[in-house]
């Protein structure tokens, strides 16, 4: 079964300043993707940057990229510049590639809540 | 276009009760899934439907079901309330294509007392 964990439960970072939150997973596919999904305080999950693990290339977003190693099973995100709006938790998360559209599951890791410091 | 609602927000119940929950996805989705959200289990996959149809289920057992009708609205029922069950819940729904982005709704507070 795949796995995801996100070792670091809490994080802080200075405004303006960069913060990377780590991600490992386990799986024995070799087609999949994987997400870093921010819940601010009022818990809408959003969508900040998703990598497809055939793509070599990191997937960048504006100020948010992350850093894709697919032998190590490593997946962390990269915040540059931090604001206050950053402020939440970000879950890291896995989602199997099932040709045919068989399934939108996501497997999520247990979070990392950063905090940004004025 | 508006996005995924669920209501209630927030509920109160007592153990053994009954409650259901609903998701109403964007306008054109048919994928629906849903998570349990706890402080100790974290995020963990309910179930997930499209067109009507269950397509993916996750560890849970019986007492939780769902049902998706033929507008893509999906309900979740759990029976039995445990103390266990007080979470949030989150709905998301997507196009349900091999890969779309899924978007989140606000989430059910379940409170079992």
């Known amino acids: 079964a795949q796995t995801v964990t996100q070792s670091q439960p809490e994080m802080s970072v200075q405004e303006a300043e960069t913060v990377t939150l780590s991600c490992t997973y386990d799986t024995s596919e070799s087609d999949y993707y994987l997400f870093w999904y921010k819940q601010p305080p009022s818990r809408q999950m959003i969508l900040v940057i998703r990598q497809e693990a055939y793509k070599q290339q990191n997937a960048t977003e504006n100020r948010f990229s992350v850093n894709f190693q697919k032998a190590a099973k490593s997946f962390s995100l990269k915040i540059s510049d931090s604001q206050l709006g950053d402020a939440a938790m970000y879950f890291c998360a896995y989602h199997h590639k099932l040709y045919g559209g068989a399934t939108n599951k996501l497997i999520f890791g247990t979070g990392t809540l950063l905090a940004v410091q004025p | 276009k508006a996005g995924v609602t669920q209501t209630p927000r927030y509920l109160i119940k007592t153990r053994g009760q009954q409650v259901t929950l609903s998701c109403s996805p964007i306008s054109g989705h048919r994928s629906v899934s849903w998570y349990q959200q706890t402080p100790g289990q974290g995020l963990q996959f309910l179930f997930e439907y499209f067109s009507e149809t269950q397509r993916n289920k996750g560890n849970f057992p019986g007492r939780f079901s769902g049902r998706q009708f033929s507008n893509s609205r999906s309900e979740m029922n759990v029976s039995t309330l445990e103390l266990g069950d007080s979470a949030l819940y989150l709905c998301?729904?997507?196009?349900?294509?091999?890969?779309?982005?899924?978007?989140f709704g606000p989430g059910t507070r379940l409170t079992v007392l």
């Open positions: 998301a729904s997507s196009l349900g294509g091999v890969y779309n982005e899924q978007f």
